[in-house]
């Protein structure tokens, strides 16, 4: 049995887990909840994550939540991956900025956009306002081809997984920086293996 089992719903925010688990190229095994049933609310689930929420991933006998984090952990775990930037180097600090910015900035300006929740006070909200977010991500990418130039890591499956699903709820401005990195990031062979097992557990999960 493999030593990592990712709990899933296909798709969703493990979705990022999934692809990310592609790029690593370990042995895993997916564990798919029923969300309909409410199987990430059961006593099983729920003493995996409290918060009843995927992804959650058991490597051995370690789990860990949330989907930055998970991405992070699975870098510094598996380094012959080269997902990851070491400890002491300088672009580490920059590597984690954009790990951290796609759950804390990215994420909750997207999700406000969608449900067009109001605003709050720039000053008052983590990510200020939503046009900051494009336009920090937008400079950052314009380079190329990666967050962090030549090498592609951690950071771009997760900021590369909320820009696809933002682009795709029609969320996110189609800007030329965002379609060209997005488009780069589709190329991928792990990313490909990961949406086409994403849509047949989907369609097994809704017949
Ligand atoms: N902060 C968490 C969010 C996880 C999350 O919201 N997952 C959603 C799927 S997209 C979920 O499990 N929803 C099921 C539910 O709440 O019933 C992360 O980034 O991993």
């Known amino acids: 049995m493999p030593d990592l089992t990712l709990f899933h719903i296909a798709p969703s925010r493990s979705s990022i887990v999934h692809w990310m688990l592609e790029e690593v190229g370990q042995p895993y095994e997916l564990r ?21 929420k995927v992804p959650a991933l ?11 984090a998970i991405c992070c952990y699975l870098a510094d775990a598996y380094p012959e991956a080269g997902l990851g930037v070491p400890l002491l180097d300088r672009r580490r600090g920059p590597y984690l900025k954009w790990l951290f910015f796609g759950p804390s ?4 300006a ?3 956009r969608m449900f067009k929740r109001e605003e709050a006070p720039r000053g008052a909200v983590g990510w200020g306002d939503f046009n900051s977010v494009m336009d920090v991500l937008a400079d950052a990418l314009r380079p190329g081809p990666y967050l962090l130039g ?26 030329s ?3 060209v990195y997005v488009g780069r990031l589709e190329q991928r062979p792990a990313l490909q293996r990961a949406v086409e097992r994403d ?8 017949a």
């Open 32 to 52: 798919v909840l029923n969300h309909k049933q409410g199987e990430n609310r059961s006593a099983e689930y729920l003493a995996i994550n409290p918060m009843g």
């Open 58 to 68: 058991r490597h051995a006998d370690a789990i860990i939540t949330e989907a930055a």
């Open 105 to 108: 900035c990215l994420e909750p």
């Open 110 to 112: 997207v999700v406000d």
């Open 150 to 175: 030549e090498q592609f890591t951690a950071a771009d499956v997760v900021i590369g997984s909320g820009l696809r699903w933002g682009m795709a709820v029609k969320a996110i401005p189609e800007r």
């Open 177 to 179: 920086e965002f379609i």
């Open 199 to 206: 849509l047949a557990l989907a369609a097994d999960a809704s």
